[in-house]
């Protein structure tokens, strides 16, 4: 669930079920993940973590819907969530 907030650039998750995940490294394929960014076109990135690079800074997501696999960089700010809910 996702709560609307004036004061923030994205939706807030909800404190009932997601764990904020604070290095790409700490998740492993197959995990279900939520990412926010500050784009207010697509402000949540949702689908299953498909690989991650050794650094960590890369992450390939196999995106919710049809959306296809993505390649997303840690640099560009995403907010991760780690979600078992999806």
Request: aromatic share 6%; glycine share 8%.
């Amino acid at each position: 669930m996702y709560i609307s907030n004036p004061r923030t650039p994205h939706p807030v998750v909800s404190s009932r079920m997601r764990k904020e995940i604070g290095n790409w490294r700490e998740l492993t394929p197959g995990d279900s993940v939520v990412l926010l960014t500050s784009d207010k076109r697509n402000p949540r990135i949702m689908g299953r973590v498909d690989d991650i690079s050794d650094d960590g800074r890369y992450l390939w997501l196999l995106q919710n819907s049809g959306a296809g696999r993505r390649l997303l960089d840690r640099a560009e700010g995403y907010t991760t969530f780690l979600d078992s809910k999806l």
